[in-house]
């Protein structure tokens, strides 16, 4: 069993950034890749990024370029900078742990957190 509890959530201003963790106990860390996904009120949970335990990245298309994931196996954390947030950004944002392939795909994830709040005001 892995427990995921995420953190970093808040309340910001458009173009502002935020840092988000996801400190990770339970079964082996650095093994398994780690995703980031997010749901916004109304609607599905869409992908966001993901890192192997090698360190190789993936991201969503909303997000490319604006965040960042990143892995401290020392530490069992996987961190998402956020940067040039917009209002659409606004969502809870969830990790998840267990996926070994298609990273990008909510359902081939087998552990979450509880998510935290992301809210980025005009």
């Known amino acids: 069993q892995v427990q995921l509890v995420e953190s970093g959530g808040g309340l910001v201003q458009a173009g502002g950034s935020l840092r988000l963790s996801c400190a990770a106990s339970?079964?082996?860390?650095?093994?398994?890749?780690m995703g980031w996904f997010r749901q916004a009120p109304g609607k599905e949970r869409d992908f966001v990024a993901a890192i192997t335990s090698v360190g190789n990245t993936y991201y969503g298309d909303a997000t490319k370029g604006r965040f960042t994931v990143s892995r401290d196996n020392s530490k069992n954390t996987v961190y998402l900078q956020m940067n040039s947030l917009k209002p659409e950004d606004t969502a809870v944002y969830y990790c998840?742990?267990?996926?070994?392939?298609?990273?990008?795909?909510?359902?081939?994830?087998?552990?979450w957190g509880q998510g935290t709040q992301v809210t980025v005001s005009s």
């Open positions: 339970g079964r082996t860390f650095s093994s398994p890749a």
């Open positions: 998840a742990t267990g996926a070994s392939r298609r990273l990008w795909v909510l359902g081939e994830y087998a552990y």
